[in-house]
């Protein structure tokens, strides 16, 4: 007997399993705005060093704020005033000809800087100084960020394989609210640094729990439309936290506010059922039965399961040990097992690397900050909505490899496009980034598919840490146009192109049901594996 009978008798996405994905849904809406959010919090505004010093309460008092910077400030070539350098010493002469600044000698800034207010009230970088030779500390904190996200995600795999989902997930509510809300009231570069890898550590929990959660909750038929529901999440949080920006310019009360979400995820989480799936393959029938019935009740089929009792779920699955701990060494234990998380494990360090490559490089817009943030999260809208279609009508397997190819194929076609061109770069970007969307949140829901039940966690955790790894990689990347200006696009093309060749080599679980167990995988090879599973027609 298979949990696809089961949930076949009891309704695989009726009332039950739409509460799983809107209490999921609020939780996972304050990821995205704290993976976008160093965009804002440790945004760069004008500045330019502090000439108080040279203020001797002579002439200089009596000149205009603009007449102040005149003599005061060196002017760069676009006509802007330093932001790093001033002068030793008042150089009136240049109120007569503000050209004639050479040999005139040049300071590092004394007194710190003044920033330029006007977009944003107060964000890291004018809170501690972060400009100049410490702009590297800014940069650094999206990466320290990131850091956090992929250990945690390796953790909160193997936990939630462990000890279940349910409570996992709440774990990673509690942890993550409180370590952000923390961060928000640091005294020092150094404290926040250190607030911000724990938040990543422990919000990511929130989006690979909640993930698997609802795909083992849900029958055959309805499992690529919580896959969606779960990615359009993602792009419903970017594109509301561009109108949250705009409106809160301050970067505490910013963290605070795309924070605050989880309180209601902690509240609602009473209601989230633990995966069935996982008691059962962990031997505890008894609460199995308790969610499948509460399930049956609310989807009102209640007299299709008045017969479940513990003996039948034992049936379901037959574990190798049922009461052994799995861990992320079954992962390479076993030979097909070891194929399937080597396969996944480069197709999403390839989409992860492609989608963020092209995200950091996508320019031509000429927006402000908030209209680009708006346009980049409503890019992912239509190729989102477009593989719902595409994943029943032509498949897993096929949707990734296509998304992937197409997204190359934008990048390669971006390299021999002349830079004067600009309006059709940015068009062929754009759908770069839609195609790279696309194979995001295919990949998401395909993974969850191809590993078995007792070791899904552990798959997605792994996953989730090589797809942070191409994160950090991908600004890296970017930076290679010192050697090259087309370097770092012949890069993420040759990426694209990678992760599309491995995908080609995975199974195809279109209509199939979930292996549950490592012997499911073993005993017969991967692909053969999803085909001896009974397949809803």
């Not at 969606?228 to 009360?253: E, P, Q």
């Not at 079954?330 to 998380?341: F, Q, S, V």
Request: proline letters at 3%.
């Amino acid at each position: 007997m298979k949990f696809e009978n089961i949930l076949a008798d009891i309704d695989g996405f009726g009332r039950f399993q739409i509460m799983i994905i809107v209490i999921s849904f609020i939780g996972r809406f304050t990821l995205p705005c704290h993976f976008m959010l160093n965009n804002f919090v440790a945004a760069v505004p004008s500045h330019h060093c502090d000439i108080s010093s040279l203020d001797d309460g002579g002439f200089f008092s009596s000149l205009s704020q603009e007449e102040r910077l005149i003599v005061s400030i060196p002017v760069q070539e676009d006509g802007t005033p330093a932001s790093c350098q001033m002068f030793a010493e008042p150089q009136y002469h240049l109120l007569l000809n503000s050209s004639n600044i050479i040999e005139v000698p040049t300071v590092p800034c004394q007194n710190g800087w003044v920033y330029d207010n006007t977009t944003f009230k107060s964000t890291l970088t004018s809170q501690w100084d972060l400009v100049c030779d410490k702009r590297g500390k800014n940069k650094a904190t999206a990466t320290i960020f990131f850091v956090g996200v992929m250990f945690g995600a390796v953790t909160f795999g193997s936990l939630s394989d462990r000890f279940g989902r349910r409570i996992m997930l709440l774990v990673s509510y509690v942890s993550g609210m409180l370590f952000a809300i923390a961060s928000a009231f640091s005294t020092s570069y150094l404290m926040f640094a250190v607030l911000r890898f724990f938040t990543g550590f422990c919000i990511t929990g929130i989006v690979i729990v909640s993930a698997v959660l609802s795909v083992e909750w849900v029958d055959i038929k309805h499992r690529k439309l919580v896959g969606v529901i779960d990615s359009l999440s993602w792009t419903f949080g970017n594109t509301v936290f561009a109108a949250i920006a705009y409106f809160v310019n301050d970067w505490r009360w910013l963290i605070l506010s795309v924070t605050s979400p989880l309180i209601l995820a902690i509240i609602t989480w009473r209601w989230m059922p633990e995966s069935a799936r996982w008691l059962i393959a962990n031997g505890k029938l008894k609460e199995a039965q308790m969610y499948l019935k509460k399930c049956a009740k609310m989807n009102r089929t209640e007299d299709s399961i008045q017969t479940l009792n513990t003996e039948t779920l034992a049936t379901i699955v037959v574990t190798e040990k049922r009461d052994r701990t799995y861990s992320y060494l079954d992962l390479i234990r076993t030979p097909n097992i070891r194929k399937l998380a080597l396969r996944t494990g480069v197709v999403w360090f390839c989409v992860a690397t492609a989608f963020y490559g092209i995200s950091f490089n996508l320019t031509g817009f000429g927006l402000n900050i908030y209209l680009t943030q708006f346009a980049y999260s409503s890019i992912e809208l239509p190729a989102k909505v477009a593989i719902y279609y595409l994943l029943d009508k032509i498949g897993r397997r096929r949707t990734e490899v296509g998304a992937l190819l197409m997204t190359a194929a934008c990048l390669g076609i971006n390299i021999v496009i002349p830079k004067d061109m600009s309006v059709v770069r940015t068009v062929v970007s754009v759908l770069g980034k839609g195609f790279s969307a696309a194979s995001f949140g295919t990949i998401v829901l395909y993974s969850s598919e191809l590993y078995p039940t007792v070791i899904r966690q552990n798959g997605m955790g792994y996953n989730s840490f090589m797809a942070r790894l191409g994160v950090a990689v991908s600004p890296l990347i970017l930076l290679l146009d010192e050697v090259w200006k087309e370097l770092p696009q012949v890069v993420l093309f040759s990426v694209a192109v990678l992760g599309g060749i491995v995908a080609r080599a995975l199974p195809e679980t279109r209509n199939r049901c979930l292996p549950e167990t490592i012997e499911d995988i073993e005993s017969s090879g991967i692909e053969k594996s999803l085909e001896k599973s009974v397949e809803i027609k």
